[in-house]
């Protein structure tokens, strides 16, 4: 049944040529004495595959994976799990995404924090304009090196975290 199951995997995925690499996608079942892809106990297979395109266009095909791999993940007592550079770049991505709205939604309670230690609401903003002058500086210089380098998403909320830290604290 094992058998089965993975040979079912391999053909889905084999099956959508359009989103992913019909020649790269692989099971134990095709190499000769399982070529490292299966455990000694034969209850756990890898199935490798690639996807076409690049990294930074890789949401929808995860996509059709996920859904592909979804039908069997929990059928029948088996685990199916996605892995790989662009499940692992979609997750940080995401993570990073998610993090840079929570560090929008703390202003509000940073603002009332300065409000009470200055004592006047005028006094206040001082910080925090000093902060959005200096993240919109740093956001317009990392622009600039964009050009020249890559530059990671998580740049964008390192940016933001020290800017306020340094405006607040000043």
């Known amino acids: 049944e094992f ?14 040529p359009d989103v992913f690499d019909v020649r790269k ?12 892809l299966i455990s000694k106990d034969e209850h756990t297979a890898l199935v490798l595959t690639a996807l076409h395109g690049t990294l930074t266009a890789s949401e929808q095909p995860l ?12 059928r029948d007592g088996y685990t199916v799990l996605s892995g790989g550079v662009a499940s692992v770049n979609q ?25 009470a230690v200055c004592g006047a609401v005028l006094a206040a903003f001082v910080p925090l304009v000093i902060a959005f002058i200096a993240i919109g500086v740093t ?3 990392v622009t600039l090196l964009s050009n020249a ?10 940016i ?10 000043y």
Request: zero cysteines; hydrophobic letters at 50%; a neutral charge.
């Open 63 to 74: 996509d059709v994976m996920r859904t592909l791999l979804g039908k069997y993940n929990g």
């Open 25 to 36: 996608t692989t099971s134990y079942l095709d190499l000769p004495g399982g070529g490292g």
């Open 91 to 115: 997750a940080l991505t995401r993570a990073a995404e998610s993090d840079l709205g929570a560090e929008v939604r703390v202003l509000p309670v940073a603002f009332l924090i300065l409000v």
């Open 139 to 141: 956001f317009g210089l």
């Open 3 to 16: 058998r089965q199951r993975t040979a079912e995997i391999v053909k889905d995925l084999r099956a959508h």
């Open 160 to 169: 933001t975290a020290i800017g306020l830290a340094v405006g607040i604290d």
């Open 149 to 158: 380098t890559h530059i990671s998403i998580f740049a964008a909320n390192v």
